[in-house]
């Protein structure tokens, strides 16, 4: 069965437990990069700490609601984080599947709710459905409406599943067959971002005819949904968010300028610009957000 990552024990006072990360068991690892689930039944909150904030991602999920349910933000310019006054807007279905997001996302739980986020490497789910990553990057979509019907009735069970530990029982069932299946005959096992786009890389250029540079592009962002380039930069910016913890489990302090030469980034500049790209937040203020904000549950688990 999947494993259960315990939280990081380091919270600030007033946080509530982060939630909690399952790891899939190894023969599902090149298809699923973990599920997050997360309840705030029975934990008071004020209503700004019902915000939750979510990175730009190459990763596509599927999403329950076992009690309650969220709302997406909306934020009034591109370039800015929408806030507890923002617009809302429903999610589109029962169940909702996500695309790779170029851009940080928000959602707000008025209720008291119990969610379940199962998180996707691309190419698996192009395997595993047929469905193009690429028709989904920046969308939220109705699962009902575009997966295959034995999707659909093993979304049904999840949903009754008595606990967490039987509905990621329930959904490994479903998928370790069907990834047997389909998946290709040379894997990685690792999921971090960088070695994935080198991987995926490689397989574009054995994996059909055509390798121009022109041709490797269109087939990776056909399995992935983004270009090789964007791909690249999510390792890079994993890269220093590991660095980031690493540095501060150490010594107690983060040198931003070590943690960008560590993670391949010109200059502590270029850090900053791509992190408010990916986050919506400077480094530093999103390192203070992890550990000082209930919005940053989240990022919190991967600690």
Same mark, same amino acid.
């Given at each position: 069965?999947?494993?259960?990552? &315990?939280?990081?024990?380091?919270?600030?006072? $007033?946080?509530?437990?982060?939630?909690?990360?399952?790891?899939?068991?190894?023969?599902?690892?090149?298809?699923?990069?973990?599920?997050?689930?997360?309840?705030?039944?029975?934990?008071?909150?004020?209503?700004?700490?019902?915000?939750?904030?979510?990175?730009?991602?190459? *990763?596509?999920?599927?999403?329950?609601?076992?009690?309650?349910? &969220?709302?997406?933000? +909306?934020?009034?310019?591109?370039?800015? *984080?929408?806030?507890?006054?923002?617009?809302?807007?429903?999610?589109?279905?029962?169940?909702?599947?996500?695309?790779?997001?170029?851009?940080?996302?928000?959602?707000?739980?008025?209720? !008291?709710?119990?969610?379940?986020?199962?998180?996707?490497?691309?190419?698996?789910?192009?395997?595993?459905?047929?469905?193009? !990553?690429?028709?989904?990057?920046?969308?939220? +979509?109705?699962?009902?409406?575009?997966?295959?019907?034995?999707?659909?009735?093993?979304?049904?069970?999840?949903?009754?599943?008595?606990?967490?530990?039987?509905?990621?029982?329930?959904?490994?069932?479903?998928?370790?067959?069907?990834?047997?299946?389909?998946?290709?005959?040379?894997?990685?096992?690792?999921?971090?971002? #960088?070695?994935?786009?080198?991987?995926?890389?490689? %397989?574009?250029?054995?994996?059909?005819?055509?390798?121009?540079?022109?041709?490797?592009?269109?087939?990776?962002?056909?399995?992935? $949904?983004?270009?090789? %380039?964007?791909?690249?930069?999510? #390792?890079?910016?994993?890269?220093?968010?590991?660095?980031?913890?690493?540095?501060?489990?150490?010594?107690?302090?983060?040198?931003?300028?070590?943690?960008?030469? $560590?993670?391949?980034?010109?200059?502590?500049?270029?850090?900053?610009?791509?992190?408010?790209?990916?986050? $919506?937040?400077?480094?530093?203020?999103?390192?203070? #957000?992890?550990? #000082?904000?209930?919005?940053?549950?989240?990022?919190?688990?991967?600690?």
């Amino acid at each position: 069965m999947a494993t259960l990552v &315990s939280p990081s024990p380091r919270h600030s006072r $007033g946080l509530i437990p982060s939630g909690h990360l399952w790891l899939p068991r190894a023969n599902l690892s090149a298809c699923l990069r973990g599920t997050m689930v997360r309840s705030t039944v029975g934990h008071p909150l004020r209503d700004e700490q019902r915000i939750n904030r979510f990175p730009a991602t190459p *990763l596509c999920s599927l999403s329950w609601w076992f009690e309650g349910r &969220s709302e997406v933000l +909306v934020a009034d310019r591109p370039d800015t *984080l929408p806030g507890l006054h923002s617009p809302r807007e429903d999610y589109p279905g029962r169940w909702v599947l996500s695309g790779p997001h170029t851009r940080p996302s928000t959602s707000y739980c008025a209720d !008291p709710t119990h969610a379940m986020m199962v998180m996707f490497m691309p190419d698996a789910l192009h395997l595993l459905t047929g469905l193009e !990553p690429e028709a989904l990057t920046n969308r939220l +979509v109705d699962a009902q409406t575009v997966l295959p019907p034995d999707w659909i009735a093993m979304c049904e069970a999840v949903q009754h599943q008595p606990d967490d530990a039987a509905r990621m029982d329930c959904l490994e069932a479903f998928l370790e067959p069907r990834w047997q299946a389909c998946r290709p005959t040379q894997m990685l096992q690792t999921q971090r971002y #960088g070695d994935w786009a080198m991987h995926l890389a490689q %397989r574009a250029a054995v994996s059909a005819p055509g390798r121009s540079l022109r041709q490797l592009e269109r087939r990776i962002k056909r399995w992935a $949904g983004l270009p090789l %380039r964007e791909l690249r930069g999510f #390792g890079k910016a994993e890269q220093a968010f590991f660095d980031t913890i690493a540095a501060d489990a150490r010594q107690g302090t983060v040198r931003w300028a070590d943690v960008a030469a $560590g993670a391949g980034y010109s200059d502590q500049a270029h850090l900053c610009r791509v992190t408010r790209r990916i986050t $919506g937040y400077a480094p530093q203020a999103l390192y203070e #957000g992890i550990y #000082g904000d209930e919005a940053f549950w989240a990022y919190r688990l991967w600690v």
